[in-house]
């Protein structure tokens, strides 16, 4: 689930998820906001799962702790600059 497999494509792992999220995140955006940006894109696509919102806060997650996103002051979320 977390990476691409021989049974999972790239766009359902949470790498790819993760990837489609920076995507989204051009702007800093609230949690909801990012949402329904990210569930639009995703709903474009052939993939159902991703539209969970269990593994949509799970590629927040997983993007938080590698450092891809942080929170600023006022709670939006934001693309972190290295």
């Known amino acids: 689930m977390l990476l691409p497999a021989k049974h999972l494509r790239l766009q359902e792992s949470i790498l790819g998820l993760g990837a489609t ?7 800093p955006h609230s949690f909801d906001d990012l949402w329904k940006r990210y569930s639009a894109k995703v709903a ?19 993007l938080y702790m590698s450092e891809c996103i942080d929170i600023d002051e006022e709670g939006a979320l934001r693309r972190c600059v290295s």
């Not at 999220?21 to 702007?27: A, D, F, N, Y």
């Not at 696509?45 to 997983?62: P, R």
Request: proline share 0%; glycine share 8%; charged share 10%.
């Open 44 to 62: 474009n696509t052939h993939i159902g799962a991703a539209s969970d919102v269990a593994l949509y806060v799970l590629v927040l997650d997983w």
């Open 21 to 27: 999220v920076l995507g989204c995140l051009t702007v």
